[in-house]
């Protein structure tokens, strides 16, 4: 089975950067999804990718703002984060699976631990 390994999340201000990196280890798979969940809210899809380095789409909120990547070892995926929100504060998760909808939480079949993710003055 797939392991996965999130770190990057930190404290940072409105306007401000964060890298958060997703490490594949044990297995293999057919895509990486970024999600989060903030407090009171239910888990949300933000972007994926394929194992071959196609991109899904980014939800609307982050779009134009968040970017998605992965190295060419095909073992650690990115989500760079700019112009930060304090709406953007939550637990992000990676995940990955190997069919279904991208989108769909349920189409992954491994889960990472969560990294914090906290945008505030």
């Known amino acids: 089975q797939v392991q996965l390994v999130e770190s990057g999340g930190g404290l940072v201000q409105p306007g401000g950067s964060l890298r958060l990196s997703c490490t594949a280890s044990?297995?293999?798979?057919?895509?990486i999804g970024w999600f989060r969940q903030a407090p009171g809210k239910a888990r949300e899809y933000v972007a994926g990718?394929?194992?071959?380095?196609?991109?899904?789409g980014y939800v609307p909120s982050v779009k134009g703002r968040f970017t998605i990547s992965r190295d060419d070892a095909k073992v650690t995926t990115y989500l760079q984060m700019n112009r930060l929100k304090p709406e953007d504060s939550a637990v992000y998760f990676c995940?990955?699976?190997?069919?279904?909808?991208?989108?769909?939480?349920?189409?992954?079949?491994?889960w990472g631990q969560g990294t914090q993710v906290t945008v505030s003055s």
């Open positions: 044990g297995g293999t798979y057919g895509f």
């Open positions: 990718i394929s194992y071959t380095g196609l991109s899904w």
């Open positions: 995940a990955s699976g190997d069919s279904g909808r991208w989108e769909i939480p349920a189409s992954y079949s491994s």
